[in-house]
Each structure stands twice: as C-alpha cells, then as structure tokens.
C-alpha cells in the first residue's frame, strides 16, 4: 500500500518534483515525460525486496537468485537497452525505465510464486521450533579479551 501512495504521489506531483532538483525546463520535461517508468518501478520493487526478505527468513534463496536473473539479465536489461537506446521507444530514457519496471515485476512475480506456491510455511515453522538457532552474534562472554599496550603498538 505504501508504495502505491508513493509512485501516485510522485505520478500527481511529478513536476513539482522536478522543480526541487534543476530550473532546466529541459530536464523538467524529461523527468515528467519519464515518470511512467519509475512510477510502474516503485511497487515491484517493494514486493520485490518484501519477498526476498521472506525467501532468506525460510532459507530459500534460490528462487530469488533465479527470478533475478531471469529479470533483469534475460529480459529487463536487454529490454531496457533495445527500447531506450536502440529503439529510442517511447523515449530514450523511459524506454530504459520501462526495461527497469519490466525486469522488477518478473523478478517478483517469480519470488512472490516461490513465497507463495513453492514454500511450505508450516514444514518452516516446525523446523525451526524443534532447532532453536544460536544467537547471530557472541555474547561478551565468549569474546576473548585482551588487553592492547600502547608500547606494543607499530610506530612509524
């Protein structure tokens, strides 16, 4: 929902937006003739990042890898080149965009299928009721402790 109400926001107040950053009318025009791209960006990219997170919590990073590369490597960034800079479609620059909003939603369709369809979240949970994980980090404890004498130190 988020990142809806932003990339509306950004769609509704794009030329405003354009003004914070250059008083080159050039630039202005570009950034609001552009916007389609990053507007269509803004939620694959969250649902996107939102799924990856899941996949690392189940241990499952794998479906993530693959959707990048089928993506972004496959599709997104050839798309990307052929409609920005080879075809200059609609426009160079959101023909690029496009490639970029094209490569995020197949990756998170893909990672959205795995979370979704391919996990089973209940064999998750039970694996890691009955083996509880040992802390990320060492308690002060277990670190060994030495003490440093400045004498002991390299000099130039």
Known sequence: VTSLIVA??????????????????KVQELLETSSLGLVLSVPAYALLMTFYGALRGA????????GTV?????VGLPLGGLLGCYWHWPTPLLGVWLGNATALTIA????????????????????RAAAPTAPLL???AELPHRKVDARSLPTR
């Open 59 to 66: 241990n499952f990073q794998r479906p993530g890898i693959m």
């Open 108 to 127: 998170a369709s893909w990672v959205l299928t795995a979370v979704f369809c391919r996990i089973d979240w209940m064999q998750v949970a039970a694996l």
């Open 138 to 140: 060492p308690s002060d």
């Open 8 to 25: 509306l926001s950004y769609e509704i107040f794009k030329s405003d937006f354009a003004r914070m950053f250059t008083e080159d009318e």
């Open 70 to 74: 089928v993506g972004y490597w496959v």
